[in-house]
């Protein structure tokens, strides 16, 4: 077990750290949370034209035909950037689940048209506040048409096609649905992050195909879920490091007494505990991507690990580096609030923290492992 990337993929990942740095992504991202959008456009653009969404999709249908591990890199750059673009909707959940499970001709119709960015993807599960389960989806698809609302759909404005979890008679199953169909309507939820938007979806008898067996919907759920939670760790320690690193610089370079607040011990203290959460949340996400790109049997007890983990980390490092600005922590000049608004945000994208405890704990007993 490699719990490290090679160095073409560290060589991936400076250049990636490179181009959003000059991009300034992160000056980007404040410009769209001042604004009336949840992306840029423009950034969008040029992700695409690196080939950053067809990295997993097979040269076949114009990709890259890179593995996760590659894909591991790029996440943690966006994250520590806060790089508003739909690309973890897009591609760490619909364009996963297509080439998981999606038909010969599903792949042909729409994965190129991914690696180009004229379709844009997203993930619908949710319907109500509790955490969905296979016996409380209600969104039905009959006789190949879907009807039901779903909410906090990431990036449904702008996503042209999603990934939807619906109930087709006894079973679920997952299907693909257009969007931009007169039979959809999308309606903004306000949440934290200005910079990511979500969005209730109805959909009003619009067409649907189904991918994969429509009878194991939920497990191919389940699948697309662990490979996401690996996925978006990594997107979530890039956002811890870049709060723990702001932290560093501002306690060294901020006096009080005469001296840098750095040399007192309570803070020295807080620093410490920030970067040992973040440490234990790298060794995690890099167990989580060695299982998921070796296709491990391991993989959702390391996906579990990782989620829980890494969410943890990015929550503790980003209200401890406001903590640490002080009263500049707070304002809206400081970029502190980013990284906590996204650090929220992305605590609950993939279920809430107490759901992955939970998945982890019974992973482990499936697997026989006592705790």
């Not at 410009?31 to 653009?45: C, E, F, G, I, R």
């Not at 960015?117 to 109500?128: C, F, K, Q, S, Y």
């Not at 096609?161 to 931009?180: F, I, T």
């Not at 890494?310 to 002080?326: D, M, V, Y």
Request: glycine share 6%.
């Amino acid at each position: 077990m490699n719990l490290d990337f090679s160095d073409d993929q560290k060589l991936l990942q400076e250049e990636a750290k490179k181009f959003l740095t000059k991009e300034d992504a992160l000056k980007i991202n404040r410009a769209v949370m001042d604004s009336d959008k949840t992306y840029d456009q423009d950034l969008w653009n040029k992700i695409v034209e690196l080939g950053w969404t067809g990295i997993r999709i097979p040269e076949e249908y114009q990709g890259l035909g890179l593995s996760h591990l590659e894909l591991c890199v790029i996440a943690e750059e966006l994250g520590r950037q806060l790089a508003p673009v739909p690309f973890s909707s897009s591609v760490y959940l619909f364009t996963e689940t297509l080439i998981e499970f999606g038909s010969e001709e599903q792949k042909q119709s729409i994965l190129p048209k991914l690696v180009t960015g004229d379709v844009i993807g997203t993930l619908a599960i949710a319907e109500t506040n509790s955490a969905p389960t296979i016996n409380n989806i209600s969104v039905e698809l009959k006789d190949g048409k879907l009807s039901g609302t779903k909410i906090a759909v990431p990036d449904a404005e702008v996503a042209t096609h999603a990934v939807v979890v619906a109930k087709n008679g006894d079973s679920v199953s997952l299907c693909v649905a257009d969007l931009n169909s007169d039979d959809v309507d999308i309606s903004v939820q306000r949440n934290i992050d200005e910079s990511r938007g979500y969005y209730s979806v109805s959909f009003n008898d619009a067409n649907a195909e189904i991918i994969g067996d429509e009878e194991s919907g939920w497990s191919n759920l389940e699948k697309i879920m662990d490979h996401a939670a690996v996925l978006f760790s990594f997107e979530q320690i890039g956002g811890a490091q870049a709060s723990l690193d702001m932290a560093n610089t501002y306690a060294k370079e901020r006096y009080a007494f005469g001296r840098p607040i750095g040399s007192f011990q309570s803070m020295k203290h807080k620093l410490a505990d920030m970067y040992v959460a973040l440490t234990l949340a790298k060794s995690n996400s890099f167990y989580g991507a060695w299982a998921l790109s070796s296709n491990a049997a391991e993989l959702p007890t390391a996906a579990a690990t990782a989620r829980v983990s890494a969410t943890k980390a990015f929550q503790l490092c980003s209200q401890e580096n406001i903590q640490t600005h002080g009263g500049n922590g707070f304002t809206w000049e400081y970029d502190c609030h980013m990284f906590y608004k996204r650090s929220k945000v992305l605590s609950l994208n993939l279920g809430s923290l107490p759901s992955w405890r939970e998945k982890l704990i019974k992973s482990l007993e499936q697997a026989n492992i006592k705790l």
